[in-house]
């Protein structure tokens, strides 16, 4: 499977954005998709997860109540929707798959990895 992420940029404190992820592979909806972001200076951190359907979702605790993920299959994309941006919210952020849950959810560890979009939030 290969990602490519797109949508991010810089916005001020209380916008929106909406990232894409975009994958090739005809094996699409049976993957877990997720979404990490790594700030300057800190380990890349889990933020939202789908399952293959999308009816199941996972987030951190950070983004609950901001972010929303969504996939649509016959297009392999997956989005994040960001509301209510804040500054802590600036980091890369990658897209990434894994066949399993865990991988992705709880180890951080996914089998495939985008190669990220900046998101900069201005206070």
């Known amino acids: 499977v290969q990602l490519v992420e797109s949508g991010g940029g810089m916005v001020q404190a209380g916008d929106s954005l909406r990232l894409s992820c975009a994958a090739s592979?005809?094996?699409?909806?049976?993957?877990?998709i997720g979404w990490f972001r790594q700030a300057p200076g800190k380990e890349r951190e889990f933020v939202a997860a789908a399952s293959w359907s999308g009816s199941r979702t996972y987030y951190a605790d950070s983004v609950k109540g901001r972010f929303t993920i969504s996939r649509d299959n016959a297009k392999n994309t997956v989005y994040l929707q960001m509301n209510s941006l804040k500054p802590e919210d600036t980091a890369v952020y990658y897209c990434a798959a894994d066949s399993s849950v865990a991988p992705v959810v709880q180890l951080a560890s996914p089998a495939y990895w985008g190669q990220g979009t900046q998101v900069t939030v201005s206070s």
């Open positions: 592979g005809r094996t699409f909806s049976s993957y877990i």
